[in-house]
C-alpha cells in the first residue's frame, strides 16, 4: 500500500506558540490530502481537506484561521496550529488518497501536547 | 450522517470469533474497514463497494448489504494481533469518509 508519513510525531509546546505538522505521501501524488483529529477513545473527525493548488476546505466549526493549511505540491501538505491552547492537544492525522472507492492511508499521525 | 458500530466493545480469547456491525441511514456506495492500535493511525483492512461482494484479508472478512445499509466484519479464529479498534468509514454525500465511533476488540491468550 500507499505510504505516508507525518512530521514530528510527537510535539509538546508552550500555549500561545504556533505548531506547523507536515504530511507526506512518499510514493504517490496525492492532489487531495485530508486532516483529522482524534480526541483519546473518540473518533476520526474530518478538519478539513487539503487541495494542492487551492484553498483547504474546512468542516464546519473548525476555525480557518486558527488551522492553517498549506498543500504546496503533490506530495506535501502541512497543518499549521497557530496560537495553541491547551484545548488543541490531541491525536492529529492526515490521509492521502480516498477519491471514492479509492483507499485512503493515514499516516502515523502526530500527538500535540500544549502546557 | 455518522454510521453507527456495534458492539462497542468485545472481548475474546484466542481461536475465537466475532462480528462488528457498521449500519448507516443513507444509502451506502462504499464502506472502509480501518483497525487502529493504540498510539497508532488507523491501518487499512479492506474497502466494499455496493453490490454485495465479500472481501477477505487474512481471517478477517467482511460483507456489505446495500439494501439493509450495513457491513459486517467477521474476525475468524481470533489471534492477539488482532486487539484493536475497528473503525468503518462511509462516504458522506461529498464523497468524504465519515468514521463510526468505533468498536475495541482485545484478543486474550
Known amino acids: 500500500g500507499a505510504v505516508v508519513s507525518q512530521h514530528p510525531s510527537r510535539v509538546i509546546c508552550k500555549s500561545g506558540t504556533s505548531v506547523k505538522i507536515e504530511c507526506r505521501s512518499l510514493d504517490f501524488q496525492a492532489t487531495t490530502m485530508f486532516w483529522y483529529r482524534q480526541f483519546p477513545k473518540q473518533s476520526l473527525m474530518l478538519m478539513a481537506t487539503?487541495?494542492?493548488?487551492?484553498?483547504?476546505?474546512?468542516e464546519q466549526g473548525v476555525e480557518k484561521d486558527k488551522f492553517l493549511i498549506n498543500h504546496a505540491s503533490l506530495t506535501l501538505s502541512t497543518l499549521t496550529v497557530t496560537s495553541a491552547h491547551p484545548e488543541d492537544s490531541s491525536f492529529y492525522i492526515c490521509s492521502a488518497g480516498g477519491q471514492r472507492t479509492d483507499t485512503q492511508y493515514f499516516g502515523p499521525g502526530t500527538r500535540l501536547t500544549v502546557l | 450522517q455518522q454510521p453507527v458500530q456495534s458492539p462497542q466493545a468485545v472481548i475474546l480469547r484466542e481461536g475465537e470469533d466475532a462480528v462488528i456491525n457498521c449500519s448507516s441511514s443513507k444509502a451506502l456506495y462504499s464502506v472502509h474497514w480501518y483497525r487502529q492500535k493504540h498510539g497508532e493511525a488507523p491501518v487499512f483492512l479492506m474497502i466494499?463497494?455496493?453490490?454485495?461482494e465479500q472481501k477477505g484479508h487474512e481471517k478477517i472478512s467482511a460483507s456489505f448489504n446495500e439494501k439493509k445499509q450495513q457491513s459486517s466484519l467477521y474476525l475468524t479464529a481470533s489471534q492477539l494481533s488482532y486487539s484493536g479498534t475497528y473503525f468503518c468509514g462511509t462516504e458522506r454525500d461529498d464523497y468524504k469518509l465519515s468514521f463510526g465511533a468505533g468498536t475495541t476488540v482485545t484478543v486474550r491468550a
Open positions: 487539503s487541495n494542492e493548488g487551492s484553498k483547504a476546505t474546512y
Open positions: 466494499l463497494l455496493k453490490g454485495g
